[in-house]
């Protein structure tokens, strides 16, 4: 452990310390939009929108290298991938097109496959495990920037929208029924899930954002009496298990993003088995 | 037709695909009257809400809602759905749900002191102030069902649209139901959809007989044999009076106790 606390406060290492503010930073969005996610029941449709981000990581890890366009940064790439992905998937419900479930797997599997064939044609060598796992300490100042920006636009989106999300999570037809363009929030909501699954992406990876985004979020729904408390509980949670995890790796040496989701899996096991047993 | 009526229906036919919902539908309310919209599972009454509330369009017919197109009369409509519609984990407290009737169109923003205020006399009025604070979900069904009465009650609306309000309810909370409707019943024009017309026959002014096509009876005359030809089968009457004096009909029928649909 005091190896942990001696790198954290190296003046000349700064991964740790930025990876614990990118948790920090990320957390109130996480916690936020996965409560949305949760309550609505659509952690299906951010898992699409998570696979598909491989698709703008790819094209623009290729693009950079094989045609020099070096302001095409993966994490760019990986904001427009999503939030293509969440208009697509929100413009085929609001059209009320019956086979929804079949394009949201086909965005979720194309997306990715987009991305390996990029990577696969991308010069020299990617590893494609930072992106598919992630690795938050190996965040750029630049990455940290770009997170910050983009944190802040969805902490104010989803606080001053937070009254019109609700409805629209709680009661679509009485949301329409009020005057609101419930089809148009619907692609506001999966806009939202887009820019915080490219957040996640960047601490735990493609694969394992679902998980994250949903897990503190159903643990916290059984303990609050409002949206906003779930909210508030999820972000605290995510915080935790963020922090958790990097110092866990760190001293085991597990890569960062599967410890985060671990500890997260098992806490949630654990209040499960502890709620059944209170009930018996 | 008259300027007095609330509710104005004409030749409405809506069909879902190959599917004839409602078939040459007719009828009106006068203000301030109370009606009954009884009928079979399946048989329209529900589609008959929605055309009300402009959420679903007739494909022939003419629908007007306080003299004016049923979308742009929503302002003015109180509609409670039926609250198994409402996911039961939702953490949301009952204020809560109550406030969100007050929302109205799309701009981002919060509650105005006005929408305090009309929440706290909504609540009042169907008497859950003192549990404003307690989440929706541990509530009982009768309970749950006096919030969306709240939340359909909090713009003051002109009139009043009920889904089933006794669906899955116990027999004494539907008398306590039955009591709050019946001091709503001089303020409002109000619309209530139920297989069971005996529950409100001290009530209602009128009774729709919907099964595709629809007929407007006076109370007395539902019992028997109206509700027999509604139903296509015999139908048993039930004593059902909470005490609250004479009953009407009650259609023993094999769905009957159902969700509906």
Known sequence: MSDFWEVLVDPDIGFLRAALLMGLLASLSFGMTGSLVVVKRISYVAGAISHAVLGGIGAALYFQRAHGMEWFHPLLGALLAALLAAVVIS???????????SVIGAVWAGGMATGLVFIAKTPGFVDPMSYLFGNILILSGTDLLLVAILDIVLLVVLISGYNRLQALCFDEEQARLRGIAVGWYYTLLLCIIACTVVLLVSVVGVVLVVALLTIPAAMSGQHVRSLAGMMTLASILTFFFVTAGIVLSFLADWPVGPTIILLAGIAYLLQSAVKRLARS | MSDRNVIECKDVVVRYGPVTVLDGVTFSIPERETLCVVGPNGGGKSTLLKVLLGLVKPQAGKVRVLGMDPAKARQHVGYMPQYIQIDPLFPIDV??????????????????????????????EVGLWEQRKEAFMNLSGGMKQRVLIARALVNDPQLLLLDEPTAMVDAHIEAKLLEHLQELHNKMTILLVSHDASFVANLVDEVLCINRTAELHPVGRVAGEAVQELYGEPVKAVL??????????????????????
């Open chain 1, 91 to 101: 413009l085929i419900r609001n059209s009320g097109f019956e086979r929804e479930d």
């Open chain 2, 95 to 124: 204020e809560g749900i109550v406030r969100m009737g007050r929302l109205k169109g799309n701009r981002f923003g919060f509650y105005s002191k006005d929408d305090h205020a009309a929440t706290q006399r909504a609540l009042q």
């Open chain 2, 240 to 261: 059902h009076d909470h005490g609250h004096g004479k009953c009407e009909c009650h259609p023993e029928h094999g769905k009957e106790t159902s969700a509906d649909e």
